[in-house]
């Protein structure tokens, strides 16, 4: 806080941006394009961007595409404050996160195996995934018990209904193409993705669950993230809003597509910065190449 001479108090306010990739495989086009967009949003705002590792799935995540993350970074020559945070040591926050929800009484245990899911479900949710039918919502409480302590597997799904209840409209700033144009306000639609997995067992959180805290962990200013997570954020704003959570401005840049115009995945193929890198590709030929 500072006292200027007309004597009118101003709060220093620094933008915090971040980068947050997955360390379960090697960083393509795709993530440089992102992590350029961060970079230089953070510039032009004269803020800070941090790196933060999403390594909540244990089983696919490695300590050596997390070492390559960093080499790829520093190879575009982009620069982070340590330290870095890594989502596997964060579980506690997460499981606190949760537990406020539960206070709230809108997390149910649900037993549904994606083929129940699946073969009961008439619509989908806005990846395209079937949307949950609802079938674990009203399980009675005794029945719910004897299945979890005979150890079924289960995930915690957030009552939609109810946390909408709660919530009534909600909306938030999407500032773009460019970080420096005027925030566009925007109504949340959380109701689309229907009663998403909040936890589940073996990994007691879940992407929007850990994201929602995290950014509010590191007072992320800007969120800056590809189109395809555009439709999510409704998810977050109402995560948000119920754990009494800051909402970020949202930024969301283009996708990086292959020739058939499909989205880059290693899945798929896309080439890894590194195999470019082995090809002769320099720093300045993938800016180039994606428009920096
Ligand atoms: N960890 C996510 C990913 O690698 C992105 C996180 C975000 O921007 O919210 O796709």
């Known amino acids: 806080m500072l006292e200027t001479p007309g004597g009118i108090l101003a709060v220093s306010f620094q933008p915090i941006l971040r980068f947050a990739p997955s360390p379960n495989g090697p960083l393509h086009l795709g993530h440089a394009y992102s992590a350029l967009f961060t970079w230089q949003a953070a510039t032009l705002l004269g803020g800070v961007a941090l790196l933060r590792i999403e390594d909540i799935d244990i089983d696919r995540s490695k300590p050596e595409f ?3 993350i960093q080499a790829d970074l520093a190879w575009l020559g982009l620069d982070w404050p340590e330290p870095v945070m ?7 926050a997460y499981e606190q996160a949760a537990n406020a929800l ?16 699946a073969a009961r479900s008439s619509a989908g949710d806005p990846d395209g995934a079937p949307l949950y039918p609802g079938t674990c919502r009203h399980l009675p409480a005794d029945e719910a018990e ?12 957030l009552d939609m209904g109810k946390a909408t209840a709660m919530t009534g409209s909600l909306t938030y700033s999407v500032i773009g193409p460019t970080v420096l144009d005027r925030p566009q306000i925007r109504y949340a639609r959380p109701e689309r993705w229907g009663d998403f997995v909040l936890q589940r067992k ?52 283009r996708l990086i597509l292959d020739a058939e115009g499909r989205k880059l995945s290693k899945s798929k193929g896309s080439p890894s910065l590194a195999s470019l890198r082995d090809a002769g590709w320099t720093p ?9």
């Open 66 to 68: 997390d070492a390559a």
């Open 102 to 117: 539960r206070r709230l009484d809108i997390v149910y245990p649900c037993f549904c195996s994606r083929a129940d899911i």
């Open 86 to 92: 890594r989502q596997s040591q964060r579980f506690p």
């Open 146 to 157: 004897t299945r979890l302590a005979r150890g079924d597997a289960v995930q915690y799904r």
């Open 284 to 292: 300045q030929d993938v800016r180039t190449y994606l428009g920096f």
């Open 202 to 253: 073996g990994t007691p959180t879940s992407y929007h669950l850990s994201v929602v805290v995290d950014d509010a962990a590191q007072h992320i200013t800007h969120v800056t993230r590809g189109r395809d997570m555009e439709a999510s954020t409704d998810i977050h704003v109402l995560l948000q809003f119920l754990l009494n959570l800051d909402t970020p401005y949202y930024s969301f840049h």
